[in-house]
C-alpha cells in the first residue's frame, strides 16, 4: 500500500480529486481539500470509498480492531509451542475493565515472579491503543505466522532461550488456548491470588479481547503450572555484601 500521509492526492466517486490535509489511522478518518482551498471535508476510509489518484483503493479495515492483543499473543506463544519452543512464557495482567493492562513475554527459566526483560518483550495499553502493535516490527493484525516471523527476525538471541521442553506448562497452555482463542485470554491477577493464597485459589480471570463479546461461557480455568505456592513464601532479593575495606570486591 501506498504512504498516506497529508498532502496525497485522493480521488472521491463524488467530489473528484483532492488533496490529504489531515490523516488519523487510528479511527480510519481523514480530512481533504477537493478545489476550495478554505474547505477541508472529513472522509472515512471504510465507508467512503476513497482510492489514490491512479485508482488503487484507499482500504481500512472496516472490523473494529481488538482492544487487547493478548489473544494474538497467545496464538503465536502456541505456534511456538509446537515448534518446539515450549520454555517461552505469556505473562498477562489484564483489568476487566479494558483501561489497565500488561504483557510480558519471557523465555528461559519458568519463574512467574522474577522474569527476565528484554527490550520489546513488553508492553501496555498505554502503547498499544495508540499504536496497536508489539513492537517487532510487526504490522497492526499481522498474523499468527507473521507475529512468529517478526519476533524471530527481531530477537533471534532471546527466542533461542525458549527452545526446550516444558511439558506440564505446554499441556496447561493448549488447553487455555482451546477455551479461550480467538475471543478470549487469560488475566493472571496477582492482586486476587495474593488475597486468597492457598486457602480458596478462584479460578483464572477471563476477559473478552472484545467489547462486544458476553462474558466468558466456558469452564473454569486453572492457574499455569507453578503458580500455587508463590504468595505463601517470601521473596527477597539477597543484599550485596558491604565492603568496608576500601579494596575492589572480586
Not at 171 to 176: I, N, P, Q, R, T
Request: net charge neutral.
Amino acid at each position: 500500500m501506498k504512504t498516506l500521509a497529508p498532502g496525497t492526492i485522493i480521488f472521491h466517486r463524488h467530489r473528484g480529486y483532492g488533496v490529504i490535509t489531515h490523516v488519523n489511522l487510528l479511527t480510519g478518518w481523514i480530512s481533504a481539500r477537493f478545489g476550495s482551498e478554505m474547505r477541508t471535508l472529513d472522509l472515512s476510509l471504510s465507508t467512503d470509498d476513497v482510492q489514490f489518484a491512479d485508482g488503487e483503493p484507499i482500504l481500512f479495515r472496516r472490523a473494529p480492531p481488538d482492544r487487547m492483543p493478548h489473544a494474538r499473543l497467545m496464538a503465536m506463544v502456541r505456534a511456538l509451542h509446537q515448534a518446539g519452543y515450549e520454555k517461552l512464557y505469556l505473562y498477562s495482567w489484564p483489568k476487566p475493565s479494558g483501561l489497565h493492562w500488561r504483557w510480558h513475554l519471557f523465555s528461559g527459566q519458568r519463574n512467574w515472579m522474577q522474569r527476565p526483560w528484554r527490550e520489546g518483550w513488553y508492553g501496555s495499553g498505554a502503547d498499544y491503543n495508540v499504536n496497536p502493535v508489539m513492537g517487532w516490527g510487526d504490522t497492526p493484525g499481522a498474523t499468527t505466522e507473521e507475529l512468529v516471523t517478526a519476533l524471530a527476525k527481531f530477537d533471534p538471541q532471546g527466542l533461542a532461550q525458549a527452545l526446550g521442553r516444558d511439558e506440564d506448562h505446554t499441556a496447561w497452555f493448549e488447553g487455555v488456548c482451546q477455551a479461550l482463542l480467538p475471543g478470549y485470554m487469560y488475566s493472571l491477577d496477582m492482586e486476587r491470588a495474593a488475597a486468597d493464597g492457598l486457602r480458596a485459589m478462584p479460578p483464572v480471570p477471563v476477559i473478552a479481547v472484545r467489547a462486544s463479546l458476553p462474558a466468558y461461557p466456558g469452564p473454569a480455568l486453572s492457574w499455569p503450572p507453578g503458580w500455587t505456592g508463590l504468595w505463601t513464601r517470601a521473596h527477597v532479593m539477597p543484599a550485596p555484601p558491604i565492603n568496608l575495606t576500601g579494596e575492589p570486591v572480586r
